[in-house]
């Protein structure tokens, strides 16, 4: 009979740290491959924000002209101030100057600068869209769990086929509706802005004036939002609800509803999470039409005054933030996708 060597203890760990290599190598691959394509996307948005608000109809000199009495010296003074009359190479070469410093240079209309406008309006933006997100992803996974665990129940029926008529309305259409018949006919709440001309002294006071200000306009994104999400955890857990651990899960005992809870929820889980991130920057960005219709003092209202304008340094920098906010949130989508799931890890 023949002996047999067992290996040793550095020979095994020296078998696991080369399967440990290439694991990290895949990583680093990966990650790096990742920013490399958010970097790219983002100096591609840095040059399309200068090229395609040239080419935008109107003249913002002549904008402002209208507005008050100008002759044409003073004219070609402001295009001289805003730089207008320069070569277009080198209004890029300043634009870019401004990009990389974060300054974005002066706003046409507010005659101050396009980040300290932007800093300013940031916050209502993300108050704003930030509850929406929360109270969207609540309603839409809790939804969606109950709908796919009563497949083809009245239930599931009913709350499908009414997430799918929101999701198909236009978010100017939905919002004008709620605007007319809860602030006007009904005069429920406010019909826009951010706070009341006399807004409450006390803190809590002027939190739930906030508050107030709040509800149809968050009312009108998450109607529109919501069922994405619902969708997505609906046709996920439909797929979980056939695999065998849940089959083997029951067969110890467990009550349904732990089933569902402990262990086919957190699996369906996993597209849905990335999908919170890849829309929460698309959520911000599409700010723009529900910020305009109720008045409200964010980014969104922001760029759809900068239009009207034109004021070019004002759109440019509002672009490149919303666009920015985008490829981050997807960037975090990738980055979280990887941790959550195994099968990329190893790929």
């Given at each position: ?16 740290n ?17 920013l ?87 916050w ?46 236009p ?7 709620l ?28 939190a ?29 857990l ?69 239009i ?21 949130m ?18």
């Amino acid at each position: 009979m023949s002996n047999v060597v067992p290996p040793s203890t550095s020979a095994i760990a020296t078998e696991a740290n080369a399967e440990e290599r290439p694991r990290d190598l895949s990583a680093i691959r990966y990650y790096l491959t990742k920013l490399g394509g958010a970097a790219l996307s983002l100096a591609m948005v840095i040059v399309l924000g200068f090229f395609a608000f040239k080419i935008l109809p109107g003249d913002p000199v002549a904008s402002i002209a209208r507005q008050r009495q100008m002759t044409s010296e003073q004219m070609d003074l402001l295009r001289e101030q805003f730089g207008l009359n320069k070569p277009l190479w080198q209004q890029f070469i300043d634009y870019l100057g401004n990009v990389f410093t974060l300054n974005f240079g002066e706003s046409y209309v507010y005659k101050t600068s396009v980040a300290s406008l932007i800093s300013q309006y940031f916050w209502p933006t993300i108050l704003l869209t930030g509850t929406a997100a929360i109270l969207a992803i609540a309603l839409g996974l809790w939804l969606g769990q109950k709908a796919a665990w009563r497949h083809g129940s009245g239930f599931d029926k009913m709350v499908s086929s009414t997430s799918l008529v929101f999701w198909s309305v236009p978010t100017f259409w939905l919002g004008l509706i709620l605007l007319m018949v809860f602030g006007g006919t009904l005069q429920w709440f406010p019909t826009g802005g951010m706070r009341s001309p006399n807004p409450p002294s006390d803190p809590l006071g002027a939190a739930a004036d906030i508050a107030s200000h709040m509800v149809l306009p968050v009312i009108t994104m998450v109607a529109v939002v919501y069922a994405q999400y619902l969708m997505v955890m609906r046709s996920s857990l439909i797929e979980e609800m056939s695999a065998d651990y849940l089959t083997t899960a029951r067969a110890k005992g467990l009550r349904d509803d732990l089933v569902r809870r402990r262990h086919a929820v957190p699996n369906a889980l996993l597209p849905t999470v990335t999908l919170i991130f890849m829309h929460l920057g698309g959520l911000i960005a599409g700010a723009v039409t529900v910020e305009t219709i109720f008045s409200w003092p964010g980014l969104g209202k922001l760029t759809y005054e900068a239009i009207s304008g034109p004021d070019l340094p004002l759109l440019q920098g509002t672009f490149v933030v919303f666009s920015a906010i985008i490829i981050v949130m997807n960037l975090i989508a990738d980055l979280i996708y990887r941790q959550l799931d195994p099968r990329v890890r190893r790929a």
